[in-house]
């Protein structure tokens, strides 16, 4: 069975650091790509001079972000990861939607997707959602919900199995209606009206013989090592489809779309497959390069991501003597089985 090379960067610190050397980027620092336009920074969304930095005036037709959601997933891989308090995860929310509002276009889509923690208050949701109250420009249109491939909970409690998505207009932006028929076949009949004296039914008048999408996603489900678009070590990237979903329904070819969380590069990805054009970023380097180095593999080899490929070849030596030394660990811990005398 194959394995991926490493599990999620953000909890692994000896790996982060044997990859620092090889990221071509340094905090403040972009990369601007010579073929398609894109831009990919090593800045902080909060900050504006970062935004200006990256920008420089242009706005966007369409904003995809997918922030960290303060939410503990998971038991034992997260103990080790910080956690703000919802008061500071709040202030800190507010200073980059504040950065964003100033890059958006007078007719642009905003679509957030935000954690729901059922264990603490079904919090940053709820106060997240009245905190965009106060952005006046920018009117609240669905509420989206995607369907996890696994999810988390109890025997004492339903599974969690979703992940939420906050759609915004400002202005009047597109919305292409054609992009968001999914593959899903009509398998229900129903919905009758009368037509011209006559009594049809839903697959009579409609335009497609498939479902078009609606705001809950039952056919698009979240990333894991099985699929190749996978990029190792980014824990809960988001599914290309879902992203293509988006930027299909909410911009044009040649649009200038942006996400402030670059993370594994998927926002860069679908920018890249359907001709338009990407600035995004992360505060972390690491996180930086693998988007980069997703661009340009798929340049290479017309592969979306890595599956359980080591997108840094460069400590594939280190890789291999760590995994060595917790199969040796492992084996340590087993109990000595006991020889019967007889």
């Not at 923690?117 to 106060?134: A, K, T």
Request: with cysteine; hydrophobic share 35%; aromatic share 12%.
């Amino acid at each position: 069975m194959s394995i991926e090379p490493f599990s999620r960067l953000d909890n692994e610190p000896e790996v982060r650091k044997r990859l620092l050397p090889y990221c071509r980027l340094e905090t403040g620092n972009i990369w601007c790509d010579a073929v398609s336009g894109h831009k990919v920074g090593v800045l902080d969304a909060t900050k504006q001079s970062d935004i200006e930095k990256i920008f420089d005036n242009e706005k966007v037709t369409l904003s995809v972000q997918d922030p960290p959601y303060n939410v503990a997933v998971g038991s034992e891989n997260t103990v080790n990861l910080f956690q703000w308090t919802l008061p500071e995860y709040m202030q800190w929310s507010r200073k980059w939607i504040d950065n964003n509002r100033s890059i958006l276009s007078d007719d642009a889509s905003l679509y957030i997707w935000l954690g729901a923690d059922q264990r603490e208050g079904f919090q940053p949701l709820p106060d997240f959602m009245i905190m965009m109250r106060d952005c006046s420009e920018l009117v609240s249109r669905s509420f989206i919900t995607m369907r996890n491939q696994r999810g988390y909970g109890t025997q004492k409690n339903w599974m969690a199995v979703r992940q939420e998505c906050l759609y915004y207009t400002k202005g009047k932006p597109i919305f292409n209606v054609d992009a968001e028929y999914t593959d899903i076949p009509k398998i229900l009949r129903g919905y009758y009206k009368e037509v011209n004296g006559e009594r049809t039914e839903n697959f009579q008048r409609s335009k497609s013989e498939n479902i078009r999408a609606g705001n809950v996603w039952v056919d698009i489900q979240q990333v894991f090592y099985r699929l190749q678009e996978n990029v190792t070590g980014c824990y809960a990237q988001k599914p290309l489809k879902a992203i293509e979903r988006i930027v299909l329904a909410s911009s044009n070819k040649g649009d200038l779309i942006t996400d402030f969380f670059a993370h594994s590069g998927t926002a860069l990805m679908v920018g890249e497959l359907h001709q338009r054009k990407v600035y995004t970023f992360d505060i972390d380097p690491v996180f930086a390069e693998l988007t980069i180095r997703r661009l340009e593999n798929y340049r290479k080899t017309g592969n979306t991501g890595f599956q359980y490929d080591n997108p840094f070849p460069e400590i594939a030596d280190f890789i291999a003597e760590l995994k060595q030394s917790e199969t040796d660990y492992a084996a340590s811990r087993q109990p000595v089985p006991q020889t019967l005398l007889f």
